[in-house]
């Protein structure tokens, strides 16, 4: 009985290995700053190193991932502590665990063997910028959690980190941002869970859905036990009741109108249209992805606010984002690459008060020329922030920083080492002028 019991487990595995793909993978990630020169613009000087997270948390960013698949479904499965566990200081409790299963229902339908739903925590960059930017942005552009407006807030309008996402938004935006308050035009609430529903019904089209039921508001920073710890409240309306059954449902009206829905076709040897919906920050963004200039290729999007019409949603009501234009660009000549990037964000507002509110030009510049050597990638980082003037947060003149990078970098398989010398110049930022930096970091990643 033993051996049949055995020979069925064995015949189990084989076919499991044979109909199904499983793979664990995993990665660290962390940054050493040898040496910082810093000058104050009152004259004193400060020599300083640190091992530590560009943002300045001393702590490592690693994750593990798990995925299983098969023709017809599949789950993925994750663990980000640090840097993974965005807006969320490092500390024990900054681990953040994520994951999604997925199927396709319906294959026996035709045209509808790629409908696809995916439940849990998902994100798909089907339809996402495609030019992104530079890990060292951090530096050359002060990327700080003590940028600090004169309304006492990290005013982040505009992604420097993830900067494709400047030109199109991903499915699922809410794992990434800096800004925590409503009225940081890169404010996304959390989520506990999610559906997203994807669908290929012809080729070259893909159509995605997103709605997220279990969206929560940061009310306020708590402690527990001596650590930081955010406090949230739910957005989408009260609970039916708070017992094992009811505890999970909120308003269908308010949850749908947060919506995420967007859709893309791609033009052979043109480029990529895509448009979408995203409820919860009342706007429409559109974007084209241009390929038919051979090694040249653009990325083009903008982002269109409009004013939220309930007057329950104080964070919307009355109140709109900014308008967002960005293009960026990449060229390729053989070992020679250029990236280049413009973001802009403007013309929000605020009419909830007596006084409308508007806000000035943000602008990013940001360009990446590089060369491919035998041993390795050298470039530089130029990088440049412009924030008009305006009443929004009463600032009384215009904010400007820059920076410079010079950079080298070896891809060794799993592993990628990186280090560059990198000057932030002393420009006023709101009113404060910042010092002058002056870096040699370091940065160290391995993958499996």
Wanted: proline content about 4%.
């Amino acid at each position: 009985m033993k051996k049949i019991t055995v020979l069925c487990v064995m015949i189990c595995m084989v076919t499991l290995s044979v109909s199904a793909q499983l793979n664990i993978g995993g990665y660290t990630k962390s940054y050493w700053i040898p040496y910082r020169y810093t000058a104050y613009e009152d004259g004193e000087t400060a020599n300083t190193t640190a091992v530590q997270v560009p943002w300045g948390e001393p702590d490592i960013s690693a994750g593990l991932n798990f995925d299983g698949w098969s023709e017809f479904g599949g789950i993925h499965l994750s663990i980000d502590i640090a840097n993974g566990a965005g807006n969320v200081s490092a500390h024990p409790f900054s681990a953040k665990g994520s994951g999604w299963v997925w199927v396709k229902p319906f294959d026996f339908i035709p045209k509808m063997d790629t409908f696809t739903i995916y439940l849990g925590n998902p994100n798909n960059n089907k339809l996402a910028g495609k030019i992104g930017g530079s890990n060292f942005a951090t530096y050359v552009l002060n990327n700080s959690y003590y940028i600090i407006s004169q309304s006492d807030q990290r005013d982040f309008r505009m992604e420097k980190q993830n900067p494709e996402y400047n030109i199109f938004t991903r499915f699922n935006p809410y794992s990434w941002g800096n800004a925590n308050a409503p009225t940081q035009n890169l404010w996304w609430p959390r989520i506990a869970a999610a559906a997203l529903v994807t669908w290929e019904p012809v080729e070259n089209l893909f159509i995605g859905f997103f709605v997220a039921p279990e969206m929560r508001d940061l009310v306020d920073w708590g402690n527990i036990g001596g650590v930081s710890w955010n406090n949230t409240t739910p957005i989408n309306g009260d609970q039916l009741r708070d017992d094992d059954i009811n505890q999970d449902y909120y308003d269908v009206k308010k949850t749908y109108r947060n919506i995420q829905i967007g859709a893309g076709y791609t033009f052979q040897g043109i480029g990529a249209a895509r448009l979408q919906f995203i409820g919860v920050r009342n706007v429409v963004e559109a974007a084209f992805n241009l390929t038919a200039l051979g090694d040249l290729i653009f990325d083009i999007g903008f982002k269109i606010p409009f004013e939220g019409t309930d007057s329950e949603d104080k964070v919307s009501y009355k109140k709109k984002r900014d308008f967002q234009a960005s293009v960026a660009a990449t060229y390729r000549n053989y070992d020679f690459r250029f990236t280049g990037r413009v973001d802009t964000a403007f013309a929000g507002s605020d009419s909830s008060g007596s006084v409308v509110k508007t806000r000035g030009l943000n602008m990013i510049v940001y360009l990446i020329p590089s060369y491919q050597l035998s041993v390795g990638t050298v470039g530089l980082d130029l990088g440049f922030e412009y924030e008009q003037k305006d009443n929004f947060n009463g600032w009384d003149e215009d904010a400007m920083q820059a920076g410079a990078g010079l950079w080298f970098q070896r891809n060794m398989g799993n592993a990628t080492f990186k280090t560059g010398m990198i000057t932030r110049l002393p420009l006023s930022w709101h009113g404060t002028k910042q010092p002058f930096d002056f870096f040699l970091p370091l940065m160290l990643e391995v993958g499996f």
